[in-house]
């Protein structure tokens, strides 16, 4: 009789341990939910920073340039968010350094007066995807291979696709500008894009 009595205290104990256990993982999961929650930023955030950016380039290259931003309800976690703003912040220069026109050269290529940077934020998954287009002149893969020649990253006789030729803008120190100003061709060029995207994960295409 005492053993039964035993055995059936013993199998009530388990069911109370599994039923904490339960709840313990139950409050475990919401706390970190919670927590999760507290570290999701909205994209917005970043917004009136990349704003100022472009204002303050095209206002120093006299280049009128307005950033047109997409999607941007989405939410990240505000580390990634913090780290993404370095390498946005070259790719809005760079645009309107090297891509958007000086004014009499869009007028007469019948472009509007101001330049026109578009960020696009979604996702693919579990992904986040971010693209920055502008209505500049693009990039000109054969001003870019004939400095690689130049600067020795490309062997005269070596034939390579424009593609392939794009890459050549991530090297570090890299730069087709004529001279030297605040903000081209001072050696701190894109090449700080990739490695802060690779740092996080992610990956950069032209």
Do not use: C, W
């Amino acid at each position: 009789s005492d053993l039964v009595d035993f055995k059936v205290t013993l199998a009530e104990k388990i069911r109370d341990t599994e039923s904490l256990l339960l709840q313990q993982s139950r409050i475990q999961a919401e706390i970190q939910e919670s927590l999760m929650r507290t570290r999701l930023v909205p994209f917005s955030r970043m917004l009136p920073r990349l704003q100022r950016i472009v204002r303050q380039t095209s206002s120093s290259l006299n280049r009128p340039a307005e950033l047109v931003v997409k999607n941007t309800e989405g939410e990240l976690d505000r580390t990634i968010l913090e780290k993404l703003v370095s390498p946005f912040e070259h790719m809005l220069r760079n645009a309107i350094d090297h891509g958007i026109e000086d004014t009499p050269e869009r007028l007469q290529a019948g472009k509007p007066e101001t330049g026109r940077i578009e960020l696009n934020i979604s996702r693919q998954g579990t992904d986040v995807v971010i693209s920055f287009t502008d209505d500049g002149k693009g990039i000109d893969a054969e001003k870019i291979k004939a400095k690689a020649i130049q600067v020795g990253l490309l062997s005269k006789d070596k034939v390579i696709g424009d593609n392939e030729a794009l890459q050549f803008i991530f090297h570090p120190g890299f730069s087709t500008a004529q001279q030297v100003t605040q903000i081209s061709g001072r050696g701190v060029g894109l090449d700080v894009v990739p490695s802060g995207i690779q740092a996080l994960g992610g990956q950069i295409d032209i």
